[in-house]
């Protein structure tokens, strides 16, 4: 089965610095990714996707790498700015037939500093 | 667009009891996902819908877990007896044909 999971538990940063969030996955068969924000109390946001036939992927303030060859991707978030402050999850599903049902990474807790 | 509507946003109850869990998914959204939150185990789904059909429900944890889609507009999760290990954070999420899941804001469940 699919199993998802993250490099680091917490993350710590200043105001204005970049952010990476990482996340590995086991299956090789994942081909849609997707990075969601959850702030206290409210459902997981989405944020950005990428594909995978696609390496980057840049959207405003984030970027989203992805490295097929070692089952990894990463969320970068430049200038992090308070409101920023979140969990952040990774999610990866396999497109293909008719499941399209995402396996959740365990979470990032990105704390910013002003 | 309301987004996907979860009712009630909080939930107690007493052990044994029935709680019944509601979603109103965003229209034109053809899947539907129940969903379940906790510190220990992050969030876990544990059915999902396609067409109102439920096509995997691996993740219901035991046969107090039940869920219907009478239609495209409203699922129900439902769970009798409840028990104090239920207590969880349960979303729903809907996703039309183009991979856009969307998150409702979760009743968060206590059972005492």
């Known amino acids: 089965g699919e199993s998802v999971g993250l490099h680091l538990p917490t993350l710590s940063v200043q105001e204005g610095d970049n952010s990476i969030i990482n996340c590995a996955y086991s299956n090789s068969a994942s081909d849609y990714f997707i990075w969601y924000k959850q702030e206290s109390g409210k459902g997981p946001q989405f944020i950005i996707d990428?594909?995978?036939?696609?390496d980057k992927r840049q959207g405003q303030r984030v970027t989203v790498l992805l490295n097929k060859t070692v089952k990894h991707l990463s969320l970068q978030i430049a200038a992090t700015q308070p409101g920023d402050s979140a969990v952040y999850f990774c999610?990866?599903?396999?497109?293909?037939?008719?499941?399209?049902?995402?396996?959740f990474g365990k979470g990032t807790l990105l704390t910013v500093n002003p | 667009d309301a987004g996907v509507i979860q009712s009630p946003r909080h939930e107690v109850t007493e052990m044994g009891q029935e709680v019944t869990l509601r979603c109103k998914p965003i229209?034109?959204?053809?899947?539907l996902f129940w969903y379940r939150q906790t510190m220990m185990r992050g969030l876990e789904l544990l059915i999902y819908?396609?067409?109102?059909?439920?096509?995997?429900d691996s993740g219901m944890p035991e046969d107090r877990f039940s869920a219907k889609m009478p239609n495209a507009s409203f699922s129900t999760l439902k769970i009798q007896p409840s028990e104090p290990r239920d207590s969880a954070v349960y979303f729903c999420?809907?996703?039309?044909?183009?991979?856009?899941?969307?998150f409702g804001s979760g009743t968060r469940l206590t059972v005492v």
């Open positions: 229209s034109g959204h053809n899947s």
């Open positions: 990428i594909r995978s036939n696609m």
């Open positions: 819908f396609n067409n109102n059909v439920p096509i995997d």
């Open positions: 999420a809907s996703r039309n044909f183009y991979y856009g899941y969307t």
């Open positions: 999610a990866v599903t396999n497109s293909g037939g008719s499941n399209y049902k995402l396996t």
